[in-house]
């Protein structure tokens, strides 16, 4: 069974910064490319970036420079250290894993959200 689970959402200050955290666990071959989605009720999700096994990142361009995603591959987490957060930033935050669970077998597993709340 593979689990993902994000973590270090919060209640953060208008230009204020955050770290969030997403785990993988279970048993797996190995964990791949790994996202960052988020959601503010009511909308769609929307796309913030990912980073591959390799340690490659992209970036939706408007958060670029304010966010960096990186990854412990030994600990199968990801990792997204957000910046200057404004009341944009506020929304659910979702982490999504390409996972090798079994030679031939490929599934991309999702986390359950974590909320950020970001106040004047």
């Known amino acids: 069974q593979v689990q993902v689970v994000e973590s270090g959402g919060g209640l953060v200050q208008f230009g204020g910064s955050l770290r969030l955290s997403c785990a993988a666990s279970?048993?797996?071959?190995?964990?791949?490319?790994m996202r960052w989605v988020r959601q503010v009720p009511g909308k769609q999700r929307e796309w913030v970036g990912s980073i591959t096994l390799e340690g490659e990142t992209d970036y939706e361009p408007s958060m670029k420079g304010r966010f960096t995603i990186s990854r412990d591959n030994a600990q199968n987490t990801m990792f997204l250290q957000m910046n200057n957060l404004g009341p944009e930033d506020t929304a659910v935050y979702y982490c999504?894993?390409?996972?090798?669970?079994?030679?031939?077998?490929?599934?991309?597993?999702w986390g359950q959200g974590t909320q950020v709340t970001v106040f004047p």
């Open positions: 279970g048993s797996f071959i190995r964990a791949t490319t």
């Open positions: 999504n894993v390409d996972i090798l669970v079994r030679y031939g077998n490929w599934s991309t597993y």
